[in-house]
C-alpha cells in the first residue's frame, strides 16, 4: 500500500507539473526590443485562458490576405485593463501594435490595439528601460 501511495504521490506531481512546462517564456518567444504594428480584420477572437487570441487577415502589398494571430495576457488581466469578451469582434478592422515571434511567423505578443472607434486597449506593457534609456 505504501508502493502504491508512492507511485500515485510521483504521478500526481509529474500531472501537476505538464502544463507549466508547456507554458512559455515571453523573451522565448517574442523580440522584446522590437515593436511592431499590423493592420487586418478579425476572424476570431478568443477571450480564454491562458492567453487570449486574436486571429485578423492582414492584407499583403500584392494584394494578398495572410493570417496572422495576436496573443494576449489572460483574461483577468484583461479585464482589469478594461477588456471583455465582446470588446473585439469578428469584422472590426483593427491594428495591432506589439513584440513579434522570434521565429518569424505572423504572430504578435500584444501591446495594444487600436479599434475602428478609436479606442485602445492595452495589452502587456512593454518592460522598462534600464537607466531610463541611458547609457
Known sequence: MRNLLGVFVILAGVAAAAPAGAHHSFVVAFVPDKIISVTGVVSEFRFTNPH????????????????????????????????TRDSIKVGDLITVTGWPARDGSNLLRVNKIELPSGDVLQGQKPAPIPNGGEE
Do not use: C, D, H, Q
Open 52 to 83: 487570449g487570441i486574436v486571429r485578423f487577415m492582414v492584407k499583403t502589398p500584392e494584394g494578398m490576405e495572410t493570417e496572422w494571430r495576436a496573443e494576449t495576457n489572460s483574461p483577468n488581466a484583461l479585464k482589469r485593463r478594461g477588456w
